[in-house]
């Protein structure tokens, strides 16, 4: 028994040892996942600069705007490297644009435009409504931080708008704070004109509704602010509308 067991050992030992320096001799990237390594090495590591943003005219962002978009509504979304763009952004931040979108987990504005760390400011609220609080971060984002697009984006299926709509009674249920917010949005129902039945089943002028509150919200942060009145009269930034399609993923911008 031993002297059959002695070779036999020495055969495993020798074909254990073969087998490590075949391995030992492979090329190192073919021992790498496929896609592990090489999708990091493609991934956009780079944050705008304060150099990027001053050379970006507000209608050449909302093109970029555009542009992403559109990869968004294909599945193309740009591949980026989130670790080394957190790490660049301790640094400073130069973003293009600020965004007063809606609630709505649905609405996942930096995806949406296929934008990543350091690109766009976020402001959120139910019903994309401006206040006193998100037009003084607006001004931030303009006249302080260099962004030169504001946008109110409102979206398709609003819960604040429908509630707004219907009539919902929120104070109630006990809810003043939003029964105050639904009040801020009541005008654009009132405004909007309608065929058939004033009610949140009626989805063209549900939608309408929709794009008007949004362009309603609009003029009220120029009416709010004399400053960023100004830098648009002058040129330096837009402030326009858009409404997201839920559905579709596109967003539509409005001239206002």
Do not use: W
Not at 176 to 186: F, H, P, Q
């Amino acid at each position: 028994m031993k002297k059959n067991f002695l070779p036999v050992l020495a055969l495993s030992v020798l074909a254990l040892l073969t087998g490590c320096q075949e391995k030992a001799n492979e090329n190192p990237q073919e021992l790498m996942t496929e896609n592990q390594p090489r999708q990091l090495e493609e991934a956009v590591e780079s944050i705008l600069t304060a150099e990027e943003q001053a050379s970006m005219t507000p209608d050449e962002i909302i093109g970029r705007l555009k542009k992403g978009n559109e990869n968004f509504m294909n599945n193309n979304l740009t591949r980026r490297d989130h670790s080394a763009q957190r790490r660049k952004a301790m640094i400073g931040q130069y973003p293009q644009a600020i965004v007063l979108s809606c609630v709505d987990s649905r609405v996942p504005v930096e995806d949406v435009f296929d934008l990543g760390i350091g690109d766009i400011f976020v402001a959120r609220v139910a019903g994309n409504i401006e206040n006193e609080d998100i037009v003084g971060s607006m001004e931030f984002a303009t006249a302080v931080a260099g962004s030169k697009v504001v946008i109110v984006m409102g979206h398709t299926a609003c819960g604040a708008v429908k509630s707004t709509i219907d009539n919902v009674d929120a104070r109630a249920l006990n809810m003043n704070s939003l029964a105050d917010l639904m009040d801020e949005i009541r005008p654009a129902v009132n405004e909007t004109p309608v065929e058939g039945a004033i009610s949140s089943e009626n989805v063209e002028f549900t939608n309408a509704v929709i794009t008007n509150n949004a362009m309603r919200t609009v003029q009220n942060i120029r009416d709010a602010s004399p400053t960023m009145a100004k830098m648009e009269d002058e040129g330096k930034i837009n402030i326009i509308s858009a409404v997201y399609d839920m559905e579709s993923g596109k967003v539509t911008f409005n001239r206002d």
